[in-house]
Nanobody, 123 residues
Framework: QVQLVESGGGLVQAGDSVRLSCAAS????????MAWFRQAPGKVREFVAV????????YNADSVKGRFTISRDNAKNIVTLQMNSLKPEDTADYYC????????????????WGQGTQVTVSS
């Protein structure tokens, strides 16, 4: 049974940092591109960051460039999202997603999803 379990969300103040983690099980982790998406209330789910199977390639959404960093540990089956200089507009539910192929930024191309973790940034 494949599982993606996110952790690390919470309530923080603007300018703070938060580290999200996603633990994967039931799959050959190193064969999967891993991504983070987010969904704010009343909005569509949007791309945040993606990392290739080896970790050699990453892409970030323009809205988080220079502030968020995605990384992975294939030995531990974990992908993380380090979020610095948080802004109120970063408030959303953050989802980890996996894809058994090359990295993409498109929600519809991912078929494995975690349950999400909430991040709330107060001003």
């Amino acid at each position: 049974q494949v599982q993606l379990v996110e952790s690390g969300g919470g309530l923080v103040q603007a300018g703070d940092s938060v580290r999200l983690s996603c633990a994967a099980s039931g799959l050959t982790f190193s064969n999967y591109a891993m991504a983070w998406f987010r969904q704010a209330p009343g909005k569509v789910r949007e791309f945040v960051a993606v990392i290739s199977t080896s970790g050699a390639t990453t892409y970030n959404a323009d809205s988080v460039k220079g502030r968020f960093t995605i990384s992975r540990d294939n030995a531990k089956n974990i992908v993380t999202l380090q979020m610095n200089s948080l802004k109120p507009e970063d408030t959303a539910d953050y989802y980890c997603a996996a894809r058994a192929s090359w990295a993409t930024k498109t929600v519809a191309t991912y078929d494995l999803w975690g349950q999400g973790t909430q991040v709330t940034v107060s001003s």
